[in-house]
C-alpha cells in the first residue's frame, strides 16, 4: 500500500489552514489598531468669565477656530456640578451635575448638531465657580444620558475620549 500520496494532500492542506490562520489574525489585529485610533477633533477655545456677582458667576466658553465638532459627541466635565447655557438659555442649578452632554435640553447649548467657530456656550448656574475645573471631552461615539432625564453625571464611552480643552476657574 503508497501511502505517500496521502500524506502530500495532508501536508498540503494543514499548510492551508494555519496559512488562512495567520492571516485572519492579523487582519483582525490590524483593524483593531485602526478602528481604536480615530483622532480627536482639532480645536482652539477661549474662556470669559463674565462680569457678575460671585452667586452667579457664568463662564463663556467660544471654540475660536479649529474642526468643527459634532455636538452629540461632546462631554462638559467638572469637578463641581455646573449647567450648559446658551445664547437664549441661561445654566439653571436645578440640573447642573459633573457631565453634561452639550446638545441635552432641547439645544440649551444654542449650538446645534454642530459646534462651529465663533460659537459659545455658558457654564455655570451654581454661584461662585471658583476653584472648579472644566473640560470639554470629545467621544469618537455619541454620549449616552441617564434614564433620569439627565440628573446623572453623563458617562464617557471608549477610551479613546479626548480632552480638547481644561481650565480652572480663579
Known amino acids: 500500500m503508497n501511502n505517500r500520496a496521502v500524506s502530500s494532500v495532508i501536508a498540503v492542506l494543514l499548510m492551508t489552514a494555519v496559512t488562512v490562520i495567520i492571516a485572519a489574525t492579523v487582519t483582525v489585529f490590524v483593524y483593531d489598531i485602526s478602528s481604536a485610533t480615530q483622532p480627536g477633533p482639532s480645536a482652539s477655545f477661549e474662556q470669559q468669565l ?11 466658553l467660544t471654540l475660536t477656530h479649529g474642526d ?8 462638559i466635565v467638572s469637578t463641581e456640578p455646573v449647567d450648559i447655557g446658551g445664547p437664549d438659555t441661561d445654566p439653571n442649578d436645578r440640573f ?29 448656574g451654581v454661584g461662585d465657580l471658583s476653584g472648579i475645573t472644566i473640560r470639554v471631552v470629545w467621544n469618537p461615539v455619541e454620549v449616552q444620558k441617564d434614564d433620569r432625564g439627565g440628573r446623572d453625571p453623563s458617562e464617557l464611552i471608549g477610551e479613546n475620549s479626548v480632552i480638547l ?5 480663579e
Open 165 to 169: 480643552w481644561e481650565h480652572t476657574v
Open 96 to 124: 447642573a451635575t459633573v457631565g453634561e452632554k452639550l446638545t441635552e435640553g432641547n439645544d440649551q447649548s444654542g449650538v446645534g448638531d454642530y459646534w462651529t467657530a465663533g460659537e459659545s456656550i455658558l457654564l455655570g
Open 68 to 75: 468643527e465638532i459634532r455636538a452629540d459627541q461632546v462631554l
Open 50 to 60: 463674565l462680569d457678575e456677582s460671585e452667586s452667579d458667576e457664568r463662564l463663556e
